[in-house]
């Protein structure tokens, strides 16, 4: 299993010296003292409204928000990623979580042919801070950032203050950058362009950068081209969005190659867990982190994921 100490943790230079401690302890709470980043994402209830939550294929109990915090708390993840105010209304009851909150969100109605995407920045930095002061388990903050729609600047601007802010207080940041919008076209998801957003994730400051996995190209595979992006994010890690639900094994295959051949520094998956029931969604996290965390083999993970093999948190 990958473990990093206190000492390799590489704080940026605009963390205070009076917050580096706090920064320390964040970084290796959300990755479980792996360097690497399993992140739950739980932001689709405005992403997306209610479209991941019922329907056909989506088991009944994901109807209800505290499935969320129940798989947090009893699978194995790294961060629980959600919006300030569905946090501050179940982490009460869930204090043992590591929560990211997410700092922008947009819902999926307007689409890009009526305007280019723009998620605006719900709330300060303050209000954060403040429900961190009051005993809420906040590790990071995250920022949606639509990489060529025509409001790419005021996102830029915003994601860059949030970063420096974040940092100064000891707080993590993972961005989710999506090139999206007339400009980019059929082009979200060409190798070139995930690269591209990487290395933006880095000179945002970011610690962590959520993208798409590229497309297959002729010259190359999903994975092969990912290790191209990984490489453009340089200390920033690489983590990719873990999409619709999926086969389990299907995609432990495609989490096992973005980190083993495209250089992934872990994943960030939403639907694939949280449309699941309790115990196999729990299950999944496990099986998921296994991958991520411990370096396990497709086989073992699936293992883990049937239930047929242990994989508990890791210990730092």
């Known amino acids: 299993m990958p473990t990093i100490t206190r000492d390799q943790v590489k704080v940026p230079a605009d ?6 401690e706090t920064y320390i302890d964040n970084y290796l709470s959300a990755t479980q003292g792996t360097g690497r ?8 209830k405005v992403e997306h409204l209610n479209g991941d939550f019922y329907g056909e294929g989506i088991d009944p109990s994901d109807g209800d ?11 194995v993840i790294g961060i629980l990623a959600g ?23 947009k819902t999926n109605l307007v689409k890009t042919a009526q305007d280019d995407p723009y998620s605006p920045q719900l709330h300060d930095l303050e209000a954060v801070l403040a429900m961190r002061e009051a005993g809420v388990n906040i590790v990071g903050i995250g920022y949606t950032l639509y990489l060529g729609s025509e409001y790419e600047s005021t996102m830029l601007a915003e994601a860059g203050e949030l970063v420096a802010e974040a940092h100064a207080n000891g707080l993590i940041v993972v961005l989710w950058i999506y090139p999206r919008g007339k400009a980019v076209g059929d082009r979200e998801k060409a190798p070139e362009t995930i690269a591209g957003a990487a290395g933006v994730a880095l000179c945002l400051g970011a610690d962590f ?15 092969e081209s990912l290790a191209v992006a990984s490489r453009a994010a340089g200390r920033t890690g690489l ?30 998956t939403g639907r694939n867990i949280h449309m699941r029931s309790l115990d196999e969604a729990v299950r999944l996290t496990k099986a998921i982190s296994a991958v991520t965390m411990a370096d396990y083999e497709v086989d073992e993970a699936l293992a883990v994921f049937e239930g047929e093999k242990e994989f508990e948190t890791p210990t730092f």
């Open 15 to 20: 963390v205070m010296p009076e917050s580096r």
């Open 83 to 105: 919006q300030r105010g569905l946090i501050a209304r179940y982490a009460p009851d869930y204090p043992n979580i590591n929560y990211l909150v997410k700092m922008n969100s």
């Open 65 to 75: 928000p505290e499935h969320l915090f129940q798989i947090g708390d009893q699978g």
């Open 37 to 44: 980043l399993m992140l739950f994402a739980c932001d689709q």
């Open 209 to 223: 950068v959520k993208v798409n996995p590229p497309k297959d190209t002729p010259a190359s595979t999903s994975a």
């Open 239 to 268: 983590v990719c969005a873990g999409g619709s639900k999926a086969d389990a094994r299907e995609f432990l295959q495609h989490l096992h190659d973005q980190i083993h051949i495209g250089g992934a520094c872990g994943n960030a």
